[in-house]
Every structure is written in structure tokens, then in C-alpha cells.
């Protein structure tokens, strides 16, 4: 009886904290200046958010239905890798249309900038006609 | 404590939902808009599974990784389109 109050809390918590992310996240979508600081809220906090509800629902199958599952940890892990290569590419769709090439400092490189520049193996010329 | 604690999460993510349609409609830069619908389909990846335990089944999984999955493309397809003005080249 005491280990079935104390699994229900445990469960509750996460809930309640992944909730409490999820909704974060998405204020800070809404109240945040500037779009590269938008960009922060909603790939680390409902990232997280999201990370919780599926601890939870792992915890409330194995602890509630006597089954374990491993699915959540699938899409937990498919969410952890896709969400920085999103938050790259809104930030170069971002640069190409509101940073120019002269905002930016010297890449320091023999290369330029990836969003700006030709890739390393074309020819400038190639890349203009195209 | 279940029930109110879903019941709060369901809340919570509902109203992230409407926070992001704010942002869709509001939203100044496409990079916003790519953003916001990409926070979305996180939102509704969550309150599907936050309905999985609702219904105490294991059938939702199969739909929130479609849903994840879906929504990764998309969002790569949408970034692309705007990047390069193509999406397969």
C-alpha cells in the first residue's frame, strides 16, 4: 500500500515538473525580445518537458501496469538528437535574411562562412551561374 | 494524484499549444513561424503520450514517433525551402 502511494507521487511529480517545463518553453517562445534568443526556449525547456512526461509514462507502466516498455526511451532519444540540428538550421534561416556578410567577423579560416561562401571542393564561379 | 497531476499536465500543455499559435500568427520572421510549428509538434508528441497513460495503453508510442518523425522533415523541408529555395536538389 505504502509503495503503491509512494510509486502514484513519484509519477505525479514528474508529470507536474514536465508540465511545468512544456508550458516554459512555450512563454518563452511568446515572451522573449529577439529571435535568436527565442530560439532558446523551446529547444532546451520542451525539450526537457517532453523528456519528463516520458520518464513518467515509463515509471507508470512499469510501476502501475507491471510491464516495462522501452519505446519512450526511443522517442526521448530520437527528440535529444533532432533538436540541434533544428535549432542550427532556424538559426541559418534566420542569418540569410536579416545578418549580412559584413555583420559577421573573418571566419579565420582558409574557408568563408558555410551560409555565405562557396564549399570548399566548388569553384566560386560554379556556385554564381547556379 | 494521477488524475490531478495529468489533468495539470494536459493544462499545461494545452496552454503551450496556444502560446505557439500566438507566436505562428505573431511571429515577424519566418525563422519564428519554423520555430513555433516545430515547438508545436513537441507539444502535441507530449500530450499524446500524456493521453497514452490517460487510456493506459501502449498504442500512442506508435503515433508520437510517427508524429516526431513527421515533424523532424518538416521542419528540415520548411528551413531548406527558405535556405536554398528548393528542398531536394
Known amino acids: ?130 | 494524484m494521477i488524475a490531478a497531476a495529468l489533468t495539470f499536465a494536459f493544462a499545461c500543455y494545452g496552454l503551450a499549444l496556444l502560446f505557439n499559435l500566438w507566436r505562428i500568427i505573431q511571429g515577424p520572421t519566418s525563422a519564428d513561424r519554423i520555430l513555433a510549428l516545430d515547438t508545436m509538434v513537441i507539444n502535441i508528441i507530449a500530450l499524446l503520450i500524456l493521453y497514452g497513460i490517460l487510456q493506459g495503453t501502449a498504442v500512442y508510442y506508435e503515433a508520437a514517433m510517427l508524429v516526431a518523425m513527421v515533424g523532424f522533415v518538416s521542419t528540415v523541408a520548411y528551413s531548406r525551402f527558405v535556405l536554398r529555395g528548393d528542398i531536394i536538389e
Open chain 1, 1 to 130: 500500500m505504502d509503495m503503491t502511494f509512494l510509486a502514484e507521487a513519484l509519477i505525479a511529480l514528474f508529470l507536474v515538473i514536465s508540465g511545468i517545463f512544456g508550458l516554459v518553453g512555450s512563454f518563452g517562445l511568446v515572451k522573449l525580445r529577439e529571435t535568436m534568443q527565442r530560439l532558446h526556449a523551446p529547444t532546451k525547456a520542451t525539450t526537457l518537458g517532453v523528456g519528463g512526461v516520458l520518464i513518467a509514462s515509463m515509471l507508470y507502466f512499469l510501476l502501475v501496469k507491471g510491464s516495462l516498455s522501452f519505446h519512450e526511451l526511443l522517442i526521448t532519444l530520437f527528440l535529444f538528437l533532432t533538436a540541434p540540428i533544428i535549432a542550427g538550421f532556424i538559426g541559418k534561416t534566420y542569418m540569410l535574411r536579416h545578418i549580412t556578410r559584413d555583420d559577421l567577423p573573418a571566419s579565420g579560416r582558409e574557408y568563408g562562412w558555410a551560409l555565405y561562401d562557396a564549399a570548399p571542393g566548388e569553384a566560386p564561379e560554379d556556385t554564381d551561374k547556379a
